[in-house]
């Protein structure tokens, strides 16, 4: 009997054109590898945001929405001129995992890859976005959303 090759594994990424077309939004999920929950520490959740907010910002990234939870992360946003979203998550996820290295946190950080959901055209921002910001009450991290310090908007004034 001879040993078969392992089976591939399926691509579940749309076209790469989809990431980058102007005026799409997408709201992508970052799980913690082992959904180990490191963010659950205060300076770890604010290093998070922290380097979500200069990110976007160096790269021209629309943030319409975030949460950061315990183990894992959302964001709602769109391409740049210059970033595309899976370049962009990528790059995120690089950067907050060498900042929990910073905190002393080792090891690898993320599970591979992203979940992410293209917003429909009878899908609102302005739906999708309270509907991530409200993970953790219902998580029962919080009881108002206005009590949770690490999600919020850097496109709306929440």
């Known amino acids: ?35 180990r929950p490191v963010y659950a520490e205060v300076r770890a959740a604010a290093s998070a945001v922290d380097v979500l907010r200069i990110h976007a910002l160096r790269t021209g990234v629309p943030i319409y929405g975030y949460c950061v939870m315990p183990d894992h992360v959302h964001i709602v946003l769109g391409p740049s001129v210059s970033h595309d979203i899976v370049t962009f998550v990528g790059q995120f996820k690089n950067l907050a995992q060498r900042a929990l290295w910073n ?12 979940y992410d959901h293209f917003l429909r055209a009878d899908e609102q921002v302005e739906r999708v976005v309270p509907y991530v910001l409200d993970n953790p009450v219902r998580a029962g991290l919080v009881t108002s959303r206005g009590d949770y310090r690490f999600a919020g908007s850097f496109v709306f004034d929440l």
């Open 103 to 114: 905190l002393g946190l080792r090891g690898r950080l993320w599970q591979i890859g992203f």
């Open 1 to 35: 009997m001879t040993d078969a090759p392992p089976p591939r594994r399926k691509r579940i990424r749309l076209s790469p054109q989809v990431y980058g077309e102007m005026g799409a939004i997408c709201s992508v999920t970052i799980a913690v590898r082992d959904r």
